[in-house]
């Protein structure tokens, strides 16, 4: 007998009714899974920066037919943390996923030229946003089960000359990610931390970031792939730890660079032009090279 799988669109959908706060979500790859999970099924909310474009991604996401809300504040300031979690409750009832994605990259000098002030933005920005989010969720995330997301990063793993705080903030995140996940088991809660390699957003590519147009030549070289990351290969990722497919999944490290991390030497450079195109991907993405858009970058001379 042959039994066929007439799965209706709704079956499919992995996160289904699920509700996920997402941060940084107005630019590059969190705007990116702002719109995979809305595809989803998920109701989002969407934090960002007072000058991010968060609202217009999540008005885009209503006039896809999806639920969004948007949510403006400075993440790492405590009350905005608590105020995100609170209007995801008051307009949802509930959470059951929180992606910890916003993050700065915003200086390029070696440790002892690095300014005391960009060391403290990117504390604050990258592990202070983070650790307030996850503590303000919990309470909420053990009422449903629920999982909590990290940006991580090949340079959390491997260190970065000429941004070593940066590398050192994702590092910090990897072992929270991994903490939590321990810690929150008994509850049923789970933490995963996605690892991404060189990923096509402001960071990589472009004017006016914190890598010179020189150094964004040679990054593909790096790279067994050939090639950067899109913002939507990351959000794939983690639609697929957010959902129940991953029920078993937790306080995993997860690469998703291309083979960068170990990697030696330009082994890009043997991949053959065909094989370097990014994918162009489905999701109607328009802001994957704004985050770094009123954001003061400091170069080294
Ligand atoms: N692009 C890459 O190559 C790459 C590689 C590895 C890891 N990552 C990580 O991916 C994440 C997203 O980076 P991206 O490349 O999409 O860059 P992006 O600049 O487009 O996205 C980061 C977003 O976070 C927001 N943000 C920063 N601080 C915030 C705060 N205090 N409150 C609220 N929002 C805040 C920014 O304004 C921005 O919109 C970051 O955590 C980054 O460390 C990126």
Redesign the pocket.
Known sequence: MIVAETKDKETEMRLKDKVAII?????????ATAHKFAREGARVVL???P??PVKDVAEAIVANGGEAEAYL?????ES?ARECVEAAVRRFGRIDVLVN?????IANAETDAYRVEDFERTV???I??AFLMTKFALPHLQKTRGNILF?????GINGSAGFTP?GAS?GFLHAFAKGVAMEQAKYGVRANCV??????????RGPGGPLSLEVQKMIDGMVPLGR??S?EE?ANVFAFLASDEASYVTGALLLADGGVTPAKGSPGEMVPDTLREIPKGVLPLR??????RG?HVHLAK
Do not use: M, Q, V
């Not at 941060?23 to 705007?31: D, F, N, R, S």
């Not at 504040?73 to 300031?77: F, P, Q, V």
């Not at 994605?101 to 990259?105: E, S």
């Not at 802001?287 to 770094?292: A, F, I, P």
């Open positions: 941060t940084g979500a107005g630019t590059g790859i969190g705007e934090a960002g920066l000058s991010d504040g400075d993440l790492a300031e905005a994605n916003a993050g700065i990259f604050r920005n990258n202070r946003t940006t991580g990063s090949e340079a940066y994702k690892c991404p390699g060189p990923i096509d957003t402001a960071w990589t950067r990351g913002p990351i802001h994957s090279h704004e985050g770094l954001k």
